[in-house]
């Protein structure tokens, strides 16, 4: 099977996005997969469901575009080559969960070849128990698409900055998070020259999907597509909704929450099932890892509470807590 390919080089924002909409949007069940690659300008990409509004400053120094795949808002630069896998829905496997493993394969290829120890974590590629990469799916026309991106360096200051909190507190512990779970190829090895990083992948690719590449422009119809999806990705600001209630995604199965509760602030950082750290206002005296061992319900919160707080209170706080956090379904 032949496979194209369409390299954007270094590009504008608008366009590398457009581009893999618009072929997606043109595709047809017959055409062969395409692979789009380029490393767009500087900006923060949001989320297909995510609102400029809900989750960023209002003074953005830098352009934000939402993109038409899912996920959450990632910073993209010249430092992170960008890869989106376009193909007729019948290569992706039934379950849309399922999509990740099969279109990330030549990535984790990629990263094996430099003996790294990756793991698919949900949509995230971690390294050494961080996140590496991230990813995003979705289905336009007759089309499934998987994009993701090359973590060469990561800004984790920048991105930061952009992101709209609630409180210095909560700002303070997003650095801590995102330096703690987040990492790049520039920790680990010289960074690669892009022409070979995506020969690599091509290899990858090829070996995995049985793909002969073509070198590809865009035919008439992507053309027409790709025009039409530009305006598609400036962000409105009609919508006010987090994507995560109260927070933000650190990265698969990380959180970090904060609300406000008659004055009283409550924050919250979760792992998996478990309140991995945590801040009561109301209570200053409370222990950041009062729960980090144990799985968070409504009895194990409110008996730790209870040597804090009386019973009605370590009730009332537990409950709060568990409305405040957010766990990712398994």
Aim: one cysteine or more.
């Amino acid at each position: 099977m032949k496979a194209r390919w369409i390299d954007l080089g270094e590009c504008e924002a608008a366009d590398y996005h457009a581009t893999y909409a618009g072929v997606a949007e043109a595709m047809r069940p017959e055409d062969n997969p395409v692979v789009v690659w380029g490393m767009p300008a500087t900006h923060f990409c949001l989320g297909q469901h995510q609102s400029a509004a809900a989750e960023l400053i209002e003074q953005s120094h830098i352009p934000v575009i939402r993109r038409p795949l899912g996920g959450g808002g990632v910073w993209l630069d010249r430092n992170q080559p960008c890869v989106v896998m376009v193909a007729p829905r019948n290569f992706f496997p039934v379950r849309p969960e399922a999509w990740y493993a099969h279109a990330l394969a030549p990535v984790l290829q990629v990263y094996r070849e430099m003996s790294w120890p990756v793991k698919l974590v949900r949509q995230d590629i971690w390294l050494d128990d961080k996140k590496l990469g991230g990813s995003g799916a979705a289905s336009i026309a007759q089309a499934g698409l998987v994009g993701t991106s090359f973590l060469l360096k990561f800004p984790a200051a920048e991105f930061a900055r952009l992101i709209d909190t609630p409180s210095d507190g909560f700002r303070l512990w997003l650095d801590e998070a995102l330096l703690n779970s987040v990492t790049s190829w520039a920790e680990h090895a010289s960074v690669p020259d892009p022409a070979w990083l995506s020969l690599v992948y091509r290899r990858a690719a090829a070996g995995i999907f049985g793909w002969r590449w073509e070198q590809s422009l865009l035919r008439d119809d992507e053309h027409a597509a790709v025009d039409d999806y530009r305006s598609e990705l400036l962000p409105d600001g009609d919508r006010r909704a987090r994507q995560i209630p109260y927070g933000i995604k650190i990265r698969a199965r990380h959180y970090l929450t904060e609300r406000d509760f008659d004055g009283a602030s409550l924050r919250v950082l979760t792992r998996d099932r478990t309140v991995a750290r945590l801040a009561l206002s109301a209570v200053p005296q409370l222990p950041e890892r009062l729960f980090a061992d144990e799985v968070a319900t409504q009895p194990v919160l409110s008996a730790a509470l209870r040597t804090y707080l009386p019973a009605d209170k370590a009730e009332l706080w537990a409950q709060r807590i568990l409305a405040t956090a957010y766990f990712e379904e398994a």
